[in-house]
């Protein structure tokens, strides 16, 4: 396993501490001790998400054009780090706090891409999805730690916000000296950097987007990706249907996602291995089988015992060790070292987008027809998706050949 | 960097960061703990006290006061001191009970204050985000201090009896019981409570009757605007106010407009009478709602002005207050009415201060009741000969 790997798997996990310790107690906060009335709470919360998108891109781009991926990257941690600085300096005022979380946002949608082609750069081309694996298992782990710590400190100093901000802070440093200290520029893999031109900095952007696109394989896991998410429902919902279908008292929401993440944390590291030996592609289509199973639970769930519910909290955990990190593996393969950044930001923004799209129809749906129709027109849907996945495909090789990241040795 | 130097350089460079990480966590760690001190010193100074305590007066007054007053038994439990009758007699004064919001001074406790009397202030051993008073009965929006920091309503009776002991489903806003105390109502502020956006915070606000122990959603209710229906998937509700056990009026949002509806809980339905309003309050003569009023300043900032609208002829008439207050007023009596506005505070506890305007006249302006405290509960009995509490 790559130092690198590593290193941005502690990165992840303290920067994951650091933001999801805020999270956890920002709905509270902002509506009850800062009084903001709930149409300014909602605001933020929608720029913060479609910043968040945009910013994808252009780190993405910027990486690979600059081939500074742990600069864009370390950048992008530095930057919310700041924020989180922000945090404890300006906490009381709406105004600055606001400010801050919106700076935590854009640092963290200029990093996601850059790093993503950074674990893709420096892993070996035999372990990607394990290298991916180890990478998003330490992040979750970070997403569990965070909550945890707000609510313990909060125990132990109720209405201390403001601790909560500084430990915040605290473990955003240490995110910040990770990458900084354990992360290296991967070899560049290609010509040295193009020099820059601000003059042409959108033609550069358009003109890597259009190279990166020129990859057939490329295109094909464009279609497959997003074909495969018009049919995946985000965790948010999945917890909403069970919590009302199995009728869970609300106070209990919270700890369906940490029952997800602890299956997600099991299964991950196996899950990673599986693909690198069997095929990434056929891991990941089998976790979108997961999927189909997990729908026609929950389409049923009501009239099934508590197990249903540890049952569902284990498919959805499962289906995530087999799809996220494996899938950016299976880019990886195909989308060459140079414009590495460009295609996992095009992907990534297509599997956003197609989410969106499943979370928001569904969505919708659900209030009109109850919960089962919905959810078996979608298992139905992610059957036949599946099904033709692999032809859209052209094979499912366990191997892709060429075009591996190999950072040279 | 070439791979000669990579193993000395490596671990200078992981010995840098465990200097980092320890440094960072001992910095936190001493500051949670000197934040724990900071809560815990006001609790301490708040159970030498007992349950009850004095507030604003010298502390040899506060001896001499809490000696006459009747101080529960040692380590009384909760509901008996909720149960505690105020130390006057309520029906006289204006008095009300607040949520203690004065940064370093038992911040977010509740308190009982006759401003007519004293400008003395009790605070009891019980933390509230928001209460609600009526007819003996008290309703507390409490912070649970459980692993996940959640929040519980709870109702106790004039008996010092639990009526009513329920988990809340988010960030609680609002709270406010029927003028017997037999029902209650609240809101909270939710993130994913709607399938169609699961991210985006949206309200939750449900009516519990205790007398037969039901609870309802206000998205049960059908709603009607004339001829029109509100269909359900787009519809918001929150700061409900009771005219009676079953009637009431609320906010609800739908399509970007926000409106006053009044409802019944019995016949699950409500009609929209009137526009651009929210979190209403009925006054106890049933025949006024002060409400706020939504608008954009320049600088796009939302203002909330406090209106005044007669039921009987439609009329809406701005209040004397200029600011903009975005609380759900209490009515004092049917010509005053109490909210709380942003006061001076520190990061971890916003200050908020408690304010009185006068409904019928738009020339007087508002008057600062209490400072350091929020979410007012006049204590109105019904049944104890206030005509106005019918």
């Known amino acids: 396993m790559g130092a690198n790997v590593v290193g941005l798997g502690l990165t992840s996990m303290f920067t994951d501490i650091?933001?999801?310790?805020?999270?956890?107690?920002?709905?509270?906060?902002?509506?009850?001790?800062?009084?903001?009335?709930?149409?300014?709470?909602?605001?933020?919360?929608?720029?913060?998400?479609?910043?968040?998108?945009?910013?994808?891109?252009?780190?993405?781009?910027?990486?690979?054009?600059?081939?500074?991926?742990?600069?864009?990257?370390?950048?992008?941690?530095?930057?919310?780090?700041?924020?989180?600085?922000?945090?404890?300096l300006w906490g009381t005022a709406v105004a600055p706090f606001g400010a801050s979380l919106l700076l935590d946002r854009v640092g963290k949608g200029l990093r996601t891409v850059p790093r993503d082609a950074l674990i893709s750069l420096s892993a070996h081309p035999r372990s990607l999805a394990l290298a991916f694996a180890v990478h998003r298992a330490m992040d979750t782990l970070g997403a569990l730690i965070g909550p945890l710590l707000a609510f313990a400190i909060l125990a132990a100093a109720p209405t201390a916000y403001d601790a909560i901000f500084v430990a915040s802070l605290a473990a955003g440093v240490v995110g910040l000296a990770s990458i900084t200290l354990l992360v290296r520029e991967p070899g560049r893999g290609r010509e040295g950097p193009e020099p820059a031109d601000p003059t042409n900095e959108a033609r550069a952007l358009s003109a890597k987007l259009a190279e990166a696109l020129g990859s057939r394989r490329l295109r094909r896991l464009l279609l497959v990706g997003p074909l495969l998410a018009i049919f995946s429902v985000g965790d948010a919902l999945i917890y909403l249907i069970i919590q009302r279908e199995a009728n869970?008292?609300?106070?209990?929401?919270?700890?369906?996602?940490?029952?997800?993440?602890?299956?997600?944390?099991?299964?991950?590291?196996?899950?990673?291995?599986?693909?690198?030996?069997?095929?990434?592609?056929?891991?990941?289509?089998?976790?979108?089988?997961?999927?189909?199973?997990?729908?026609?639970?929950?389409?049923?769930?009501g009239g099934l015992g508590g197990w249903a519910v540890f049952a569902a909290l284990g498919l959805l955990g499962a289906h995530y060790a087999m799809t996220d990190g494996v899938l950016m593996a299976a880019a990886s393969t195909v989308i060459p070292p140079m414009w590495r950044g460009t295609g996992l930001a095009v992907l990534t923004t297509a599997l956003l987008g197609a989410r969106l799209v499943a979370s928001t129809s569904f969505g919708t749906a659900v209030e009109r027809f109850g919960s089962t129709p919905p959810l078996l027109i979608l298992a139905a849907?992610?059957?036949?998706?599946?099904?033709?996945?692999?032809?859209?495909?052209?094979?499912?090789?366990?191997?892709?050949?060429?075009?591996?990241?190999?950072?040279?040795? | 960097m070439t791979t000669a130097q990579a193993p000395s350089r490596t671990g200078a460079r992981i010995a840098a960061l465990g200097v980092i990480v320890v440094m960072s966590t001992a910095i936190a760690g001493l500051y949670v703990s000197r934040a724990a001190d900071r809560v815990r010193t006001s609790d301490l100074d708040q159970r030498t006290a007992a349950a009850l305590s004095h507030v604003d007066l010298p502390r040899d007054q506060t001896l001499d006061t809490a000696a006459t007053r009747p101080v529960p038994v040692a380590e009384p439990s909760v509901a008996s001191v909720m149960a505690e009758q105020p130390p006057s007699d309520p029906i006289l004064g204006d008095d009300f009970h607040f949520v203690q919001r004065r940064t370093g001074d038992r911040y977010g406790r509740l308190g009982w204050v006759d401003p007519k009397v004293t400008t003395d202030r009790w605070i009891v051993d019980r933390?509230?985000?928001?209460?609600?008073?009526?007819?003996?009965?008290?309703?507390?929006?409490?912070?649970?201090?459980?692993?996940?920091?959640?929040?519980?309503?709870?109702?106790v009776g004039p008996d010092g009896a639990s009526r009513a002991d329920i988990g809340i489903n988010g960030t609680p806003s609002r709270v406010r019981l029927s003028p017997s105390g037999g029902v209650v109502a609240w809101t909270s502020l939710t993130s994913g409570h709607s399938y169609a956006e699961p991210n985006t915070l949206s309200t939750e606000t449900n009516i519990h009757d205790m007398r037969i122990d039901e609870t309802i959603s206000l998205e049960e209710l059908s709603v009607t605007a004339g001829l029109k229906t509100f269909n359900a998937e787009d519809r918001n509700f929150w700061g409900?106010?009771?005219?009676?056990?079953?009637?009431?009026?609320?906010?609800?949002?739908?399509?970007?407009?926000?409106?006053?509806?009044?409802?019944?809980?019995?016949?699950?339905?409500?009609?929209?009478?009137?526009?651009?309003?929210?979190?209403?309050?009925?006054?106890?003569?049933?025949?006024?709602?002060?409400?706020?009023?939504?608008?954009?300043?320049?600088?796009?900032?939302?203002?909330?002005?406090?209106?005044?609208?007669?039921?009987?002829?439609?009329?809406?008439?701005?209040?004397?207050?200029?600011?903009?207050?975005?609380?759900?007023?209490?009515?004092?009596?049917?010509?005053t009415v109490l909210y709380e506005l942003p006061g001076r505070g520190s990061l971890a506890e916003p200050g908020t201060d408690i304010w009185a305007i006068d409904v019928d006249d738009p020339?007087?302006?508002?008057?600062?009741?209490?400072?350091?405290?929020?979410?007012?509960?006049?204590?109105r009995h019904s049944g104890h000969?206030?005509?106005?509490?019918?």
């Open chain 2, 363 to 379: 020339q007087i302006s508002p008057r600062l009741v209490l400072e350091g405290a929020g979410s007012p509960a006049p204590n």
């Open chain 1, 18 to 88: 650091s933001t999801e310790m805020v999270t956890a107690i920002l709905p509270t906060y902002l509506a009850l001790e800062l009084g903001l009335g709930l149409g300014r709470v909602g605001l933020i919360d929608g720029l913060q998400n479609a910043v968040s998108a945009l910013l994808r891109l252009a780190g993405g781009t910027f990486s690979d054009r600059r081939g500074r991926y742990k600069l864009t990257a370390a950048g992008g941690y530095g930057i919310s780090t700041i924020a989180k600085l922000g945090l404890v």
């Open chain 2, 385 to 390: 000969g206030r005509a106005q509490d019918r």
């Open chain 2, 127 to 155: 933390e509230c985000a928001r209460v609600d008073r009526r007819n003996g009965s008290t309703a507390c929006l409490e912070r649970t201090q459980g692993l996940f920091g959640l929040y519980t309503l709870s109702v």
């Open chain 1, 381 to 409: 849907g992610l059957v036949g998706a599946v099904a033709i996945s692999p032809s859209v495909l052209g094979g499912l090789e366990p191997h892709s050949p060429a075009a591996s990241g190999a950072m040279p040795r």
């Open chain 2, 240 to 335: 409900v106010t009771f005219i009676d056990d079953d009637r009431f009026y609320a906010t609800m949002f739908s399509g970007g407009v926000s409106s006053i509806i009044k409802g019944s809980v019995a016949g699950r339905t409500a009609e929209v009478i009137t526009g651009n309003g929210e979190c209403p309050a009925v006054s106890p003569d049933a025949q006024r709602l002060v409400f706020k009023q939504r608008s954009t300043t320049d600088e796009g900032e939302p203002h909330y002005q406090l209106v005044v609208h007669d039921l009987t002829s439609g009329e809406r008439r701005a209040l004397g207050e200029t600011r903009s207050v975005d609380d759900q007023v209490a009515w004092l009596d049917d010509h």
């Open chain 1, 248 to 301: 869970i008292d609300a106070r209990y929401i919270p700890l369906l996602f940490a029952g997800t993440a602890v299956s997600y944390l099991l299964l991950a590291l196996p899950a990673g291995r599986l693909a690198d030996s069997y095929g990434r592609m056929r891991v990941y289509l089998a976790g979108h089988v997961l999927l189909v199973a997990l729908y026609v639970l929950l389409a049923g769930i």
